[in-house]
């Protein structure tokens, strides 16, 4: 039977995914995945809102600076799912950026420019790609995802800012976009921003204001890339807060970025000659020393089985506790014990002749001790002779506590000594336990993403030991500080401003009385990420109807990413995923055969989100026609 003919057309559902870079590519494939189980055939309008192009988005977006790299060797770089990856949905495997890259050059893939095809024949599985060659890799990908989309799932691009999200709980939402009078209507809506702009803090707020009253330059916590570096005048000195990737990303565009060179004398150390247009970067940090370098040898034989004290039964017990965790005393210990683990486990099995006993009578003794413990220390002290061997974490956290220089010329001898040490280690296959607690270190992210709010320095040291700036970054450093234009300050850095001289001053008690002053301060790193301060609008509209944790987050939930309202009620129609959330898995790639928690997340919430539409259009959704109804335009 025909319908009548003044039978109303069914309402197309409509999921809005705010932020289309690598989250929201991330969160596309899934849907695309998990669209013929879940949707059965029927219809969808999906819509995807970013004033920057869908793939790359802000933070990777193809108008970068050529020089500025990844931190990740090219094999280790995947935005597509494996068997490793605990989901419900289907796994779709796709290539990793070398593999990508191998397709470009072969010509199987277009490439996207002759820059591009330039760099994709040159790449190799543990090359260093540009960020540029990386955007072109998600701008693939994210065309691949649309285009795997079942019929009747129609994909509206909108090149715009979102501004406002509201609606009633139980009923549509509306979300308000830059230059457009109307609202877009949504029945779902999920959030996958990126890194995000943020509003100064305090104390960064009375930096600018002295360096206005001063004529200073004061640069704040912001995406390098975003920065308007040509403020930094040649030859001025320029204090730096931050050793971490954003010091990296400032120290080549000031340098190589203007002009400036390197020659190697064959061995792999280098020599910096200037552009004369380099500024003199002097840079200080809590701990006072960069990043740990990328490891850069490939694993091989025996992994450790992992998880082992930090796994899906600990993670839960945590969940189950009541009350607020805290971290020093609820999971630092588990932690601790599995790094632990890792690091021994490949030191007894790979390198058994500096060991003292067998790995089975260690590993007994091991799983009995508190991390921490006087037994732990003897057990360690008494099995591997080396100290060289030994897990020391704090010594790897705070690696200048307690040491004292004369002067500023003997720390930057010394801090040249300890940069140079670890660029040997960890490209030393002897010290392969490193590599260990690596692994160790993604496999303790993997299970305390659905904790919550656990703190800042869980995140903090995960960066500094597993997301360091790759080897060649750290030999352009040495090189740098030998020809002066880079100059170490110390550990506990604090920065001070003097009203009667009109200057920035930077201490640090790495050398007692040295002070140093500048007319120039770079806040080098990405700002915190936080509701009430977040420089996007949408989701700061939000702090007055959602649960905000303590430490500024998005309170999620674990289970699906559903936003929790401000009674702690999983909202039915509002999703968010990234690092302004409390679930906190910040990379939207990973390395393949890794069990990536980005993965994980996405797959869960686009399953949460394709189940809302048939619990909110029971009998409703309309049944997909024959043939697949006719793309439409972006409609903004």
């Known amino acids: 039977m025909s319908a009548h003919p003044d039978t109303p057309t069914p309402p197309v559902p ?15 494939e899934r849907i695309a995945a998990n669209a013929p189980e879940l949707l059965a055939g029927a219809r969808l309008d999906l819509h995807l809102v970013d004033p920057y192009p869908p793939g790359g988005g802000r933070v990777w977006r193809r ?45 199987s893939i277009p490439a996207a420019g002759p820059e591009i095809a330039s760099e994709a024949g040159e790449l190799a599985d543990r090359t260093y790609p540009s960020r540029r060659l990386q955007s ?45 009078a109307d609202p877009l209507p949504a ?33 704040p916590p912001e995406f390098t890339a975003d920065s308007d570096l040509a403020v930094l005048r040649p030859g001025a000195d320029v204090l730096v807060r931050g050793f971490g990737l954003a010091f990296v990303d400032l120290m080549v565009l000031v340098t190589e970025g203007r002009g400036g060179t390197y020659t190697d004398d064959g061995t792999g150390t280098l020599t910096y000659h200037p552009s004369g247009r380099e500024p003199v970067l002097h840079v200080g940090s809590r701990r006072g020393v960069p990043y740990r370098a990328k490891i850069d040898y490939p694993w091989s034989g025996e992994r450790p089985p992992l998880p082992r004290f930090l796994g899906p039964a600990e993670a839960e017990e945590l969940r189950r506790r009541p009350g607020p965790l805290d971290f020093g005393r609820d999971i630092r210990p588990l932690v601790e014990k599995e790094l632990g683990f890792a690091h021994y486990h490949r030191l007894f099995t790979a390198h058994p002749e500096r060991t003292r006993v067998g790995w089975p009578d260690f590993e007994a003794k091991y799983a009995l001790c508190d991390p921490g413990s006087a037994e732990l220390d003897a057990l360690v002290s008494a099995s591997v002779p ?51 607690v690596f692994l160790g270190l993604l496999s303790a992210y993997g299970q305390l993403l ?21 080897g060649p970054r750290l030999r352009q450093l040495l090189a740098l500080s030998r020809a002066g234009y880079v100059r170490f300050l110390g550990a506990d850095t604090e920065i001070a401003t003097d009203p009667g001289r009109g200057t920035f001053r930077a201490h640090s008690p790495t050398v007692p009385g040295a002070v140093t002053e500048a007319r120039a301060l770079v806040e080098a790193r990405l700002p915190a990420p936080s509701v009430a301060r977040s420089g996007d609008r949408l989701l700061r509209g939000l702090a007055g109807e959602a649960t905000v944790t303590p430490a500024g987050l998005l309170a999620v939930s674990p289970d699906d990413g559903r936003i929790l309202d401000r009674d702690g009620r999983p909202h039915p129609r509002r999703f968010a995923l990234g690092p302004h959330t409390d679930a906190r898995a910040g990379a939207a790639f990973t390395r393949p055969r890794s069990n990536g928690p980005a993965f994980r997340q996405n797959d869960a919430t686009a399953r949460a989100a394709l189940g809302a539409v048939r619990e909110l259009f029971p009998r409703r959704l309309p049944v997909l026609a024959a043939d697949r109804p006719p793309a439409l335009p972006p409609c903004c």
Not at 19 to 26: F, H, M
Not at 94 to 102: C, K, M, Y
Not at 450 to 468: E, K, P, Q, R, V
């Open 136 to 180: 072109a890799y998600l701008d693939w990908t994210h065309r691949r995802a649309v285009a795997a989309l079942p019929p009747g799932v129609v994909v509206h691009e909108h090149r715009r800012r979102a501004l406002r999200l509201s609606g009633p709980r139980d009923g549509r939402q509306s979300i308000w976009l830059e230059g457009r």
């Open 63 to 107: 108008d970068q600076s050529p020089l500025l790299w990844m931190n990740s060797m090219a094999e280790d770089v995947t935005m597509f799912t494996d068997e490793t990856v605990e989901l419900r949905g289907p796994v779709r495997p796709g290539p990793s950026l070398a593999e990508w890259a191998a397709l470009v050059a072969e010509g």
């Open 450 to 470: 659905g904790l919550g709010d656990i703190g800042t320095w869980w995140h903090g040291f995960f960066s500094y030991l597993a997301s360091g700036p790759p």
């Open 187 to 219: 029945d779902l809506v999920v959030l996958a921003l990126g890194h995000l702009p943020a509003a100064p803090g305090a104390e960064e707020a009375a930096l600018a204001g002295f360096a206005r009253r001063h004529g200073l330059t004061y640069l």
């Open 14 to 28: 409509s999921l809005v995914i705010v932020g289309a870079g690598p989250r929201g590519t991330g969160l596309v």
């Open 386 to 436: 080396e100290p060289a061997d030994r897990l020391d974490l704090a010594a790897l956290d705070h690696p200048l506590a307690g040491l004292r220089h004369t002067d500023a010329a003997s720390l930057q001898a010394g801090l040249r000594a300890h940069i140079e040490a670890d660029l040997a280690r960890r490209s030393d296959p002897r010290h392969s336990p490193d590599l260990a």
